[in-house]
């Protein structure tokens, strides 16, 4: 069983930053690709990034693209999300999820029914 508890999440003003991170339970994972996703009041829940395994890969949505930084430490078992440029749009809980690698699902990181383990998610407030 894998667990997954965020942190780093608060309150900050508009073009200001953030880290996120993600302590990963068990000593898999680097089995596991990982992603983050947010979720809006009212709206569904949605891809933020996404790093494979090794690190050697990432993928991002378009609205965070040059702003957000995905990052993960093998040795640490930790995720990591480096948010600057904030925006009040970005205000949301963020989730980050792992995937086991070489699953079928595995192969959908943009999509939420790609993972198969969920953190509890932290709030991330952008005031303008």
């Known amino acids: 069983q894998v667990q997954l508890v965020e942190s780093g999440g608060g309150t900050v003003q508009a073009g200001g930053s953030l880290r996120l991170s993600c302590a990963v339970s068990g000593r898999t994972f680097n089995r596991h690709h990982m992603g983050w996703f947010r979720q809006a009041p009212g709206k569904e829940r949605e891809f933020v990034a996404a790093?494979?395994?090794?690190?050697?890969?990432?993928l991002y949505t378009d609205s965070v693209q040059g702003r957000f930084t995905i990052s993960r430490d093998n040795t640490k078992n930790t995720l990591y999300l480096q948010m600057n440029s904030l925006k009040p749009e970005d205000t949301a809980v963020y989730y980050c999820?792992?995937?086991?690698?070489?699953?079928?699902?595995?192969?959908?990181?943009?999509?939420?029914?790609?993972?198969?383990?969920w953190g509890q998610g932290t709030q991330v407030t952008v005031s303008s």
């Open positions: 790093i494979i395994w090794s690190g050697g890969r990432t």
């Open positions: 999820a792992a995937t086991v690698v070489g699953t079928s699902r595995s192969y959908y990181l943009e999509r939420s029914t790609g993972y198969d383990y």
